[in-house]
C-alpha cells in the first residue's frame, strides 16, 4: 500500500448539502452592510423629491433648509451641474433607440413622483431628513402620460423634447432570421382550418422589494475616492463612474459589502449613488445616505409592466404552428441601464420547451410618467414564460385535452436535443418527460383530478383547480459575441482568481458579486473539490474592485454557470502551473506526475506532496527550478459559449372560494433540471424563494399609481407581501440533463422558480373556474377580480387606486 | 423613516399624564404601543411637539374580574389579552379577534385600549367592543366618565375621547357560555381585514337564542349589525339557519372602496362573512 492510498477518500464536495458559511455570520449581526459603515468626519444627505409625475421647476428656495442646525449645505441640480454625471442606458436595443437624459438630480423638470430635485447635507441624517422638509419648491404642473397603452399614442409625451414615447420597435421573426416560416401565412392557414387563440395579457407592475433598502457611502478622502454602496454590481458601477463624471477608473475603487437581497432591483446605477459622489467630491468629506423604505417603493427601479397582445395558431388536433406577440413595456420615465433590454431578453422564450413552425416577436418600449423600470428576478423570462404556459392551457381547453398532453405533443423530445428552435437557440440538453412524470407522481395528478371532476359535479362552494408550466429558460448571462451583437454594452465573462497562501490556505476572488445568494458556500466546494482541499481552507473574496478588479457582478442567473466556470479555469491553472514545482522539488520527471486530491504523486512510487506544501515551497522560494517564476497563483476569465436553459415541470393546485372569490393554495410540486447540482441546500432556498416571488405576482403584489401619477401602494401595508405564513410547503425535486456547454454541468437556478410559478397559479385559478365560462383573470387574481369574473364583469376589474387609510394624519393635526 | 423632532415624557401615574396632557395640550400626542402613532410620526404625516408615553403607567395596564363585567386596562397589550384566561371565558369574542390582530411582533407591541382610542375603522377590536356593549373608561380634568360603545365610535379616527382626556379602561359586559367567532377576510396574513364580522351566540340545541354582531370596515366606524341580530334570534345554529338572517348585514353599511376592494364587494362579503361567522360562532 503507498502512502496515498492510506489516505482516507475526500469524499467530494460538490453535491453536498453544506450549510452556507457566510450565514453565522451574517444571523448573529456580524454583518457590514453599508449603513452601518461611519467615517471620521462623515455627513448624511437626505434627498428632496418631486410628488409630482410630470412638472417643470419653477424655483427651488433652499434658504430655510440651508439655516436650519448642523446643515452643511444644500444643493440642487444646478449646483452640481456636470459634476453629477449621468444615469446610464447600457443597453440601447435599436441603433435609434429614443433615450431621455437621465441626469441623477433634475434641473428643469421632473418627469415623475419621486425624482430627486434638492439634497441637503447635514451632521446627522435626522437634520438633515428635517431640513430636507423646509425646502420649498414651485412647480409648474405637466401633463402626465400614466396609462402603457395611452403613452404608446403619444398624444401626452413623457418627455415633449422627445417627439414620442415610443423608444425603440425590436424585432425578431423566424422567417427574416431563416429559423422558421413567416408567421402570418401560418397564422392564415389557423384561421382558414385549424385553431387562432388571440388574447391580451397583462403583467401589472412589481417592485423588487429587496429586503436591505439601498444605501451608499462615498470616501473622498483617500488617493482613490471609494464608493461603498448596496449594488448588485459593484464592477459596472465602477465603469460607469469613470465613464459618466470623468473621474479616471484608476481612482475609483467600489465596494459592495454585505448586501441584502436584490432581485434584479440593484442592478442599476442610481441617481442616489451618483449624487452621494457628486456632493462627496465636491464638499471633499466622507458622505452617507439611506434611503427609506417609501423612498425605496417610489425610487427605486420596478420590475415587468407589460402588455401582451398574442395570437396563437394551431392545428385542430393542438399541435401550435405558429406565435404572434405584440408587446407593449412600460419603461417608466428613464431607460434604465438594461431598459428596453428587459422585454427583448423574453424574445427568445416565447416559444419555451415547444416546436413550432414560425414565430414573431415585435417589441415597443414606451415612456411613461411613472417610476422607471428595469429587471426584476426572470426580467423578460417570466412574460414570455407567462403568455406562452398561459396560452397552452387556453389551447388545450380550446382542443378538448389535458394541458399536459397538449404540451407533450408540441415539445422537443428528449432524444432530439441538442435542439434549435424557432427563435434561434439552441438548446444544449433537456428531458421535459423524466421530469413531468415524476412531477406527476409526487402531486398525485390523477387523484387531483378526480377530486376536482367531483366538486364539479356537486357544485361545491370551493372549485379546485390544477395549474402547469412547464417552462424553460436561458441564462447564465452570456456569451459576449451574442451580447456584442444585440448592442448590449458589456461582454458576458466572468473572472477568477486564485491565490495560494503558504499556510495552505486559499483565497478564491471572484467576480460575481453575491448579494444572498451563497456564493461563499457553493464557489468553496467547487474549488475545494478542484484543488483537493479542505472546504474550510477556501475563502471566497468578493465585491471590492481592489480586491476583484475584474467581473461583471451577479444577475441573470449567471454566478455558477459562468463564475463557477471561471474558478474551475483558475484552478486548473494552478495545478499546471504548480506541477513544475512539484516535479523538481519531488526530483521527478514532470510526466510523470500526477494529481488528484489535492497532491501530486509520482507515478508508480509512494512519493507525493500536497499543493499546499508547493504553496509554502513557492513562498519560500529557496529551492524551484530554472526559467520558472516563484508563484502559482492563477486568473482566469471564462466567457461562455452559450447560454444555460434549465427547465422544470410546475405543478400548483390552487381552490377558488367561489363565494368570495379567495384563493387558496393546496399543493406545489416542481422537478426542474437544473443540470448538476453544487449545493442541494442553496438550490432548495433558491427555488422556494422564487417560486413565493412568481406566486406573490399571480396573488398579491401590484404596484399601483393613481390618476395624478402617484404611488399609492407606496408601503407594505398596500404593496403586499406574502410572508411565510401566506404560503404552504412546496415539494421539490430535480431531474438531471447536465449541461453540456459547461465543465461542470451546471444551469442556472436563480430565477428558475420566480419564471415558472406565475403562470402555474393563474392556469390553477383559471382551470377551477372555467366551468363558468371564465378563461382568464388578470394579476393579481385578488380574490375581487375572481368574485367580480364570476359573476360574468369580466376578468380584469381594475384595482381601485386608494390605499386604507391606516396612517392618515388626523384631522387638525397636520 | 425619521419622525420630525418631539419631546418626550413618560409618567408613571394618571394623574400625571393628565397634567402633561393639560399644559401641552393641542401640541401633544399620547403614546400606547406606538404602532400606529409611530408609523404615523415616521411618515411626517403629524409632528406633535410632546409625546406621552403611556407605558409607565402600572395601573393602566392588566386584566380584573368586576362582578358582572371583566375589565381590560388601557395598555394592556393584544398579545396578554389573547391569552388571559378571564378574557376567554367570559368574553371570547375579544380573544378570538385579539388573536387575529396584525403579527405577533406588533401584537407584543400595541395596546386594547390603543387600538381602540385610534379608531381606525378597519382595527379589529372595535367591532367586537362594539357587539359585547363595551363601556369606556375616560378620564379627564373633570373627572371620569363611562361611554357606551354606541357613542364612543365617532368617525374614523374619531372617538368621543376629548383632547385632553384618557381612556383608562374598557368594561366589557360578561358573555359567559356564549359562542364566538370573528371571520377576519385579508389577502394577506397580517393584513387589517378588508371586512371583518365579530359574532357572539348563545345556543340551546342547535337554536340560537341571542346574537351579537359587530362589523369592520363596513363604514367610517365600527357597526352593530343589528338586523341580523334580531332576525338571528331562534334561528337554527347552521350556515343555513342563518343565511337569511345575514343578508341584512349590509343594511345602514357605506363601506369604503380601496386597493383591496371596492364597496360593492364589500357587501357581498358582509353578507357571505356573516353566515359564516355566525355559523362558526353557533357551532353550526
Ligand atoms: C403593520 C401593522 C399592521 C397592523 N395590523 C392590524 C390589524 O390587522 N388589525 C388591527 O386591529 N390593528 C392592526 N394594527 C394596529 C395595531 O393594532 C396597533 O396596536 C393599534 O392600532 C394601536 O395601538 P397602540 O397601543 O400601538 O397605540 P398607539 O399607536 O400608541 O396610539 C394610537 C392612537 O391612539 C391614541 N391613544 C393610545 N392610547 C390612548 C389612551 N389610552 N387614551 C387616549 N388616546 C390613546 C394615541 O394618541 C394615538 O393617536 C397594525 C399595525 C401595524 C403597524
Known amino acids: 500500500m503507498t502512502a496515498v492510498d492510506d489516505r482516507p477518500a475526500i469524499s467530494p464536495e460538490i453535491g453536498k448539502d453544506r450549510r452556507r458559511k457566510e450565514d453565522q455570520r451574517l444571523i448573529t449581526g456580524r454583518t457590514r452592510w453599508t449603513d452601518n459603515i461611519a467615517l471620521p468626519g462623515m455627513l448624511h444627505l437626505a434627498m428632496v423629491r418631486s410628488p409630482h409625475a410630470h412638472a417643470k421647476i419653477l424655483s427651488i428656495d433652499i434658504e430655510a433648509a440651508d439655516k436650519s442646525l448642523n446643515i452643511y449645505e444644500v444643493f440642487t441640480g444646478e449646483h452640481l451641474a456636470e459634476t453629477q454625471g449621468v444615469i446610464a442606458n447600457a443597453w440601447p436595443i435599436t441603433p435609434d433607440q429614443v433615450t431621455p437624459t437621465h441626469l441623477p438630480m433634475a434641473t428643469e423638470r421632473v418627469a415623475f413622483a419621486g425624482e430627486i430635485v434638492a439634497v441637503v447635507v447635514a451632521r446627522s441624517a435626522a437634520e438633515a431628513r428635517d431640513a430636507a422638509e423646509l425646502v420649498d419648491v414651485e412647480y409648474e404642473l405637466l401633463p402626465a402620460v400614466l396609462d402603457l397603452k395611452e403613452a404608446a399614442e403619444d398624444t401626452v409625451l ?78 459596472i458601477t465602477r465603469f460607469l463612474l469613470a465613464a459618466t463624471t470623468g473621474v479616471p477608473e484608476s481612482k475609483i475603487r467600489v465596494i459592495a459589502p454585505d448586501v441584502g437581497g436584490g432581485f434584479g432591483g440593484k442592478l442599476q446605477t442610481t441617481p442616489e449613488e451618483w449624487i452621494t459622489w457628486a456632493v462627496a467630491r465636491k464638499i471633499g468629506k466622507p458622505c452617507k445616505y439611506t434611503e427609506t423604505r417609501s423612498e425605496s417603493l417610489i425610487s427605486a427601479h420596478h420590475g415587468r409592466d407589460p402588455w401582451q397582445k398574442l395570437t396563437l395558431a394551431a392545428t385542430k388536433e393542438g399541435r401550435v404552428t405558429g406565435l404572434k406577440v405584440d408587446l407593449l413595456a412600460d419603461l417608466g420615465a428613464y431607460v434604465g441601464v438594461v431598459g428596453g433590454g428587459v422585454p427583448v431578453l423574453g424574445a427568445w422564450m416565447f416559444n419555451a420547451i415547444y416546436k413550432w ?70 438548446y444544449d440538453s433537456g428531458n421535459y418527460e423524466a421530469a413531468t412524470a415524476r412531477a406527476k407522481e409526487m402531486f398525485g395528478y390523477d387523484a387531483l383530478r378526480a377530486e376536482q371532476k367531483q366538486r364539479r359535479e356537486s357544485g361545491d362552494r370551493v372549485q379546485l383547480g390544477i395549474g402547469i408550466s412547464t417552462f424553460t429558460e436561458m441564462c447564465g448571462l452570456a456569451p459576449s459575441r ?56 477556501v475563502e471566497i473574496l468578493h465585491g471590492d474592485t481592489q480586491v476583484s478588479h475584474k467581473g461583471l457582478d451577479t444577475y441573470g442567473s449567471r454566478s455558477l454557470v459562468v463564475g463557477g466556470e471561471a474558478l474551475v479555469l483558475a484552478a486548473d491553472k494552478v495545478i499546471e502551473k504548480a506541477k513544475p514545482l512539484a516535479a ?101 432556498g433558491q427555488v422556494h424563494g422564487g417560486l413565493v416571488q412568481g406566486i406573490a405576482q399571480a396573488l398579491w403584489e401590484e404596484a399601483v399609481y393613481d390618476d395624478s401619477g402617484t404611488l399609492v401602494s407606496g408601503s407594505f401595508v398596500d404593496y403586499l407581501l406574502p410572508t411565510a405564513a401566506d404560503t404552504i410547503s412546496f415539494e421539490i425535486d430535480h431531474t438531471t440533463s447536465p449541461s453540456t456547454s459547461n465543465t461542470l454541468g451546471t444551469k442556472g437556478v436563480g430565477e428558475a422558480g420566480t419564471i415558472a410559478s406565475t403562470p402555474a397559479v393563474v392556469n390553477a385559478i383559471v382551470d377551477a373556474i372555467r366551468q363558468f365560462g371564465i378563461n382568464d383573470i388578470q394579476m393579481p387574481c385578488t380574490p375581487e377580480r375572481v368574485w367580480t369574473a364570476l359573476q360574468g364583469a369580466g376578468s380584469g376589474a381594475a384595482t381601485v387606486e386608494d390605499a386604507m387609510p391606516h396612517f392618515e394624519a388626523e384631522e387638525g393635526q397636520q | ?45 403629524n409632528a406633535p411637539e410632546w409625546v406621552i408615553d403611556l407605558g409607565r403607567i402600572d395601573s393602566m395596564r392588566g386584566i380584573r374580574d368586576d362582578g358582572d363585567a371583566i375589565v381590560i386596562g388601557a395598555t394592556t397589550t393584544h398579545h396578554d389579552v389573547l391569552n388571559d384566561a378571564l378574557v376567554k371565558e367570559h368574553a371570547l369574542l375579544i380573544t378570538k379577534a385579539a388573536t387575529e390582530v396584525a403579527d405577533a411582533q406588533i401584537r407584543h407591541r400595541g395596546t386594547f385600549g390603543g387600538a381602540l382610542a385610534h379608531a381606525d375603522p378597519a382595527g379589529d377590536l372595535g367591532a367586537p367592543a362594539l357587539a359585547l356593549g363595551a363601556e369606556f373608561v375616560i378620564v379627564g380634568p373633570g373627572g371620569t366618565r363611562t361611554v357606551a360603545a354606541d357613542d364612543f365610535f365617532v368617525d374614523l379616527f374619531e372617538t368621543a375621547i376629548g383632547e385632553d382626556e384618557l381612556l383608562t379602561e374598557v368594561r366589557i359586559p360578561k358573555h359567559t357560555g356564549w359562542g364566538a367567532h370573528y371571520e377576519k377576510f385579508v389577502r394577506v396574513a397580517h393584513q387589517w381585514p378588508i371586512v371583518a364580522v365579530a359574532a357572539t351566540v348563545k345556543a340551546d340545541g342547535g337554536t340560537i337564542s341571542e346574537a351579537r354582531v359587530g362589523l369592520t370596515n363596513m363604514g367610517s366606524t365600527p357597526l352593530r349589525a343589528g338586523g341580523v341580530e334580531e332576525a338571528l334570534a331562534g334561528a337554527a345554529a347552521s350556515e343555513d339557519g342563518v343565511r337569511e338572517a345575514a343578508e341584512k348585514a349590509v343594511d345602514g353599511t357605506n363601506p369604503p372602496s380601496d386597493l383591496n376592494g371596492s364597496a360593492e364587494y364589500r357587501k357581498h362579503l358582509a353578507k357571505v362573512l356573516t353566515r359564516r361567522a355566525v355559523a362558526a360562532a353557533a357551532g353550526g
Open chain 2, 1 to 45: 423613516m425619521i419622525p420630525a423632532p418631539f419631546e418626550y415624557v413618560a409618567p408613571t401615574s394618571v394623574e400625571e399624564a393628565l397634567q402633561a396632557l393639560s399644559e401641552h395640550g393641542d401640541d401633544a400626542k399620547v403614546m400606547a404601543g406606538g404602532q400606529s402613532l409611530l408609523p404615523v410620526l415616521r411618515m411626517r404625516l
Open chain 1, 482 to 537: 451574442v451580447l456584442g451583437s444585440l448592442n448590449y454594452g458589456a461582454g458576458g465573462w466572468e473572472h477568477a482568481t486564485i491565490r495560494m497562501l503558504p499556510t495552505g490556505k486559499v483565497e478564491v476572488i471572484t467576480g460575481a458579486s453575491a448579494h444572498g445568494q451563497g456564493h461563499e458556500t457553493a464557489f468553496s466546494q467547487i474549488v475545494a473539490d478542484r484543488l483537493g482541499v479542505p472546504f474550510e481552507d
Open chain 1, 158 to 235: 413623457a418627455h415633449p423634447d422627445l417627439g414620442t414615447n415610443k423608444t425603440a420597435f425590436w424585432q425578431l421573426d423566424s422567417a427574416g432570421q431563416g429559423t422558421g416560416r413567416p408567421i402570418d401565412e401560418v397564422i392564415a392557414e389557423a384561421r382558414a382550418d385549424g385553431i387562432v387563440i388571440e388574447r391580451e395579457y397583462r403583467q401589472q407592475r412589481l417592485i423588487p422589494a429587496f429586503m436591505e433598502p439601498r444605501s451608499v457611502v462615498v470616501d473622498p478622502t483617500g488617493e482613490q475616492i471609494t464608493m461603498w454602496s448596496a449594488t448588485q454590481i459593484p464592477h
Open chain 1, 357 to 426: 413552425d414560425a414565430y414573431q416577436f415585435n417589441c415597443t418600449p414606451v415612456l411613461t410618467n411613472k417610476t422607471w423600470v428595469d429587471a426584476y428576478r426572470g426580467a423578460g423570462r417570466p412574460e414570455a414564460t407567462y403568455a406562452v404556459e398561459r396560452l397552452m392551457d387556453e389551447l388545450a381547453a380550446e382542443v378538448g385535452k389535458d394541458p399536459l398532453e397538449v404540451r407533450e405533443m408540441n415539445w422537443i423530445k428528449h432524444e432530439e436535443f441538442p435542439f434549435t428552435t424557432v427563435a434561434g437557440m439552441t
Open chain 1, 584 to 684: 523538481h522539488l519531488l526530483e521527478a520527471n514532470v510526466d510523470d506526475l500526477e494529481f488528484s486530491n489535492g497532491r501530486y504523486s509520482v507515478a508508480g512510487t509512494d512519493q507525493g506532496m500536497g499543493i499546499g506544501e508547493v504553496a509554502l515551497a513557492t513562498f519560500a522560494a529557496h529551492n524551484y527550478p530554472e526559467g520558472m517564476e516563484p508563484g502559482i497563483d492563477a486568473e482566469a476569465t471564462y466567457d461562455p459559449v452559450n447560454f444555460s436553459f434549465p427547465h422544470g415541470t410546475h405543478l400548483c393546485a390552487a381552490e377558488v372560494d367561489t363565494e368570495t372569490g379567495q384563493v387558496k393554495l393546496r399543493k406545489y410540486v416542481c422537478v426542474d433540471d437544473i443540470g448538476n447540482i453544487v449545493n442541494p441546500l442553496i438550490v432548495a
